[in-house]
């Protein structure tokens, strides 16, 4: 039979088993709640930040200065926000707006310099003015100064310093990526005109050659050539565009082979099977063109009797693909890496490298052309269009 210190001794013990259960349990639930805050302060800081990048994307302009300023400072919590350049304050957005005529001031030495500021005493003569001290942390593009972020606030706390430097930081890293689109739309704007100039020669010559020798043998053939002509020259040398629909690419196409078909007659034969549904799908501006072009250029010219051309067009859920194909001489594998590459002049590949580069530019490195093709083996061009609108310039 347990004594009565026995028994004592075992109630102390579940006591303190039931009480170190219950630090336990208050342990977990504390934890969880501060890991269920921590996640929530994460989903509220990157919803924050999401919302300012479409205006920082715009770059550094008054309007959308103003609207991206407002959602960085609900990410730094200060009483105010400005955004500054070189020539002029941008935007002003929280209390202390008569702080805005200084903010150019405020900011030089961080513009100067490149460093992050701190400037300890702002005074305006209003004495319930809550602003008396900045932090001013510079924002760069291309590896240069272009602009600064200032936080204002009662005190220059340093965590506030801290977290101004990284947020700068990070609107830096969204004007270097506007910056980069912005490049990369010059770019296919560039690649386009070169392309308009690669056509321009050979083509107009060989077209004009064409309709001279009907101009004699049959007037209205000749007409009609000129017609086919001065359409396809609007479509192609038109204000620049990056961006037409397929309908429009293959319309073009018919009236370049109006052209190809007067000067290779019956030896071109050439075919198309296009899905209905994606007709209306947006193409880089002379896509299709100059691989059609490749295609009689580079396999028929160099082929005795007849050579067949077909343009497919296939309706691929999220995308649309496209190929090009002849049956002529083909290239080896070799010459087209090198064309793709740029180490072939453009009249050794007529378009290949600029379609493909234009491609990448607007839908990344997976959009390149494929090139299917071997000597005496024909060849096949295939590429794949997203049916979403790129984010690009026209």
């Given amino acids: 039979m347990a ?49 300012a990048v479409p205006s920082l994307r715009s770059g550094l302009r008054p309007e959308p200065a103003r609207k991206a300023a407002r959602h960085l400072r609900t990410l730094l919590g200060t009483p105010a926000v400005a955004l500054v350049t070189h020539e002029e304050c941008l935007a002003w957005v929280g209390v202390g707006s008569s702080h805005s005529e200084q903010a150019h001031l405020l900011a030089a030495p961080a513009l100067r310099d490149g460093r992050t500021c701190v400037v300890d005493r702002l005074d305006c003569g209003d004495p319930s003015c809550p602003i008396e001290s900045a932090v001013v942390a510079p924002l760069t593009a291309e590896r240069r100064t272009v602009g600064a972020l200032i936080a204002v606030g009662p005190s220059p706390e340093t965590t506030l310093v801290g977290a101004t430097d990284e947020v700068a930081r990070w609107v830096s890293a969204q004007l270097e990526l506007a910056e980069l689109e912005r490049s990369r739309a010059r770019l296919a704007e560039a690649e386009l005109r070169a392309l308009r100039l690669q056509i321009s ?15 004699r043998t049959n007037p209205e053939r000749a007409r009609g050539l000129l017609l086919d002509f001065a359409d396809f020259a609007r479509y192609a040398f038109r204000s620049s565009r990056n961006h037409t629909t397929l309908d429009e690419e293959l319309h073009s196409i018919d009236r370049y082979l109006a052209l190809e078909r007067a000067r290779f007659g019956e030896r071109l034969q050439f075919s198309v099977r296009v899905a209905p549904e994606v007709l209306a799908v947006q193409v880089p501006f002379l896509c299709l063109q100059p691989l059609v072009e490749n295609a009689i250029r580079h396999g028929m010219e160099g082929k005795r009797g007849n050579g067949q051309v077909t343009v497919t067009a296939r309706d691929a859920g ?76 026209d």
């Fill in 3 to 51: 004594t009565r210190v026995e028994y004592l001794a075992l109630v102390t013990s579940l006591i303190a088993l039931v009480s170190t259960t219950e630090l336990v349990r208050r342990g977990y639930r504390t934890r969880r709640r501060e890991r269920a805050l921590t996640a929530e302060a994460t989903r509220s800081t990157l919803r924050t930040a999401a919302q």
């Fill in 201 to 215: 020669p050979h083509f107009v010559y060989n077209c004009l050659t064409t309709i001279a020798s009907f101009v």
């Fill in 318 to 393: 999220a995308e649309a693909q496209l190929s090009v194909e002849d049956d002529g001489v083909g290239m080896a594998p070799e010459f087209v890496e090198s064309v793709l590459s740029g180490e072939v002049p453009p009249s050794g590949g007529i378009g290949l490298a600029n379609v493909d580069e234009r491609l990448r530019a607007m839908y990344g490195d997976a959009y390149g052309l494929v090139v299917d093709t071997g000597p005496e083996a024909g060849t096949k061009i295939s590429l794949r269009i997203p049916k979403f609108r790129p984010q690009t310039v």
